[in-house]
């Protein structure tokens, strides 16, 4: 058996780097899907796509090792031409999937809030004259994001007013409103990290601030009560019991 000469060698560690960045992503995508890492990343309608594409591209990277292992494949140009024909790409794309096999994404907190505008969705304006409005689900049953959708479907506070609340979010600590007061928070996704939006609703507590640190999970159990804020009226959350939870699994949708 003759020598292999060094453009063979050369082809021979490309195809190792390819094979190598194929399996390794295969690998982190499923990581994510098992670990749950998914729920931060993106919608849950898009987690079998990734599952599936993460098997996928493992059963192809164990598959194309042992067949070049075996010696099938050496200086193979289909190998190139169906893996990844370029070594500084496939270098880029292992560098970036051990990374994230490292480094655990982590969740949207309060100042990637106040980047996106988590004010906007907390203050309702009200009409002047109150119109009947029912809807089909129980306050109580409502999540966070159910209620604000409803506010902005019929943004009259009245409408609301001693309909009972059980709710959770994270807390954020606006600097205009009375120490006595929060933003009871939650971020909606559409299709991944890149297009979340927060929403929240105001929160009347008795006591401090100090006792809800900004960024801690808590459920607010409590009823609909109607304020003034800067000569808005607006609907908020008169709580009666507010207690720490757990991050959920899900932290974008109930």
């Keep these: ?9 050369s082809n021979l560690r490309k195809s190792w780097l390819d094979i ?8 982190l995508l499923l990581k994510y899907a098992i670990d ?18 993460g098997g996928c591209l493992l059963l192809i990277g164990i598959l194309q090792g042992w067949r070049l292992y075996r010696g099938k494949i050496v200086s193979s140009p289909e190998l190139h031409a169906s893996l990844l024909p370029q070594s500084i790409t496939a270098m880029l794309l292992l ?22 505008g988590i004010s906007a969705e907390a203050v309702t304006v009200t009409r002047s004259q109150t119109k009947a409005f029912r809807v089909a689900v129980k306050p109580e049953s409502r999540t966070l994001v159910d209620w604000v959708r409803t506010i902005n479907n019929y ?5 609301y007013l001693g309909q009972k609340v059980n709710i959770n979010g994270f807390v954020f600590h606006p600097k205009d409103l009375p120490d006595n007061y929060l933003l009871l928070s939650r971020f909606v996704i559409t299709c991944c990290a890149a297009d979340v939006y927060p929403v929240a609703v105001t929160v009347k507590f008795v006591g401090t601030r100090q006792t809800y640190p900004q960024d ?7 009823k609909a ?3 003034t804020f800067a000569g808005n009226r607006q609907l908020v959350i008169e709580a009666s019991d507010i207690k720490p939870i757990p991050i959920p699994k899900n932290p974008y949708q109930e």
């Design 36 to 53: 749950g890492t998914l729920y931060i990343l993106i919608h849950p309608s898009y987690f079998l796509l990734v599952k599936v594409t």
């Design 216 to 222: 801690s999970w808590f459920q607010v159990t409590g």
């Design 155 to 159: 943004p009259e506070p009245d409408a």
């Design 95 to 116: 560098g970036t999937a051990i990374t994230g096999l490292i480094i655990t994404p982590k969740l949207f907190t309060s100042h990637t809030a106040i980047q996106r």
């Design 20 to 27: 190598m960045a194929i399996t390794a992503w295969g690998i």
């Design 1 to 9: 058996m003759s020598a292999k000469t060094p453009k063979d060698r």
């Design 225 to 227: 009560i109607v304020e």
